[in-house]
């Protein structure tokens, strides 16, 4: 009421000040009353007025921003507790594999290694997502270093990987590009064994955080968020143990590189030769002109049978030394003539202007 007789009372609201006190009075009017803006028109708003409605603008926008930053926020918590969950959840159920349930156990691998991607895509993200991380991504120094350290893995990777088929083979890898593909990424991880311990150090946050909370004693503001993160991260580092140190440990990855090379880089036929269903033909050289032959693998595994399997192992032998022929279109006469020694010597040619050798 005393707002609206101040509003009724002012001189000044249609009336032109004419001397220099009726003009501080129609400032202070201007500076001192607040009407109500939503009830009355714009022409009946002082300074204050405006000065309180751009106040309340700016309150309820920051309001607003405010909300809208911690709805997305839970969103993005929301989402990864979802993703973690999830994966948590089919690595669990994939283990329930029963020989009484034909298509389960046809799926079931698939299953796990879609629960075990999005496990680690949960950890990843949380981590990624952490402040710490955050803050020192700002850098442009720790980001050349780390671009730096992983151009360096992934050539000592290449390296390894070209070495092995080399020395399995006794040709370049450049040969056997997609087994040295492979082959690279799995060195790869196996060189970064060290980011368990980048899992051990979030994990104990995690703990301290769920700790901090029980404390409280509040069920709404428990780290549910925490729990998953310690079981993902615990599934994450043993997994990647497993791969890195048995799967493709030192015993097994010389066999693995060699029945990868075989089905991935190894051709059925040759067109410069009779091909044998019991061999199989790689060409190498610089114009493909070269053709090294080796036995078969005669083994139909899974990628789970070759990723985790170690029975058929013990049924690959690795040749210490390969069949090599010179492969052109006007050899193919030629080598029908070609024979192979029992002896382990180097084959016979029956026509004199054939070549052939070993590879060790």
Known sequence: MLIEDEIESRKFRYTKPRTPEETVSAIYEELSIVPNDKDRRSSERTIKGYLHAIQEHMSDSRWAEERRHKMRSSAEAISLWTCG???????????????????WNSVSYFVFVFGTVLTVMFVAASIEKSSTVTQMLKYNSVKLLCAFLFSAAVVYSSAQASTLLNGIFGVDSSNLPFARALLSAAFFMKMCTPVLFILAFFSLAHIVAIWVATK???????????????VAALFSAGSYWWITHK???DDQIKVKAYKLAHYLDFNSKAYCIDSSSTESYLFFGNDQNKLLIDQKLEIDESFEDFLKGTASLGEVTIPSRFKVLPCTPNDRALKKAAITPQDGSPPIDTDAGSQSGYAN
Do not use: C, K, N
């Open 247 to 249: 799967a493709l440990g």
């Open 216 to 230: 409280e004693e509040d069920f709404y503001s428990f780290p549910w968020g925490s729990v998953i993160f310690i």
């Open 85 to 103: 969950g999830l994966g948590l959840f089919l690595v669990l159920m994939s283990s329930q594999a029963s020989s009484d349930i034909t298509w």
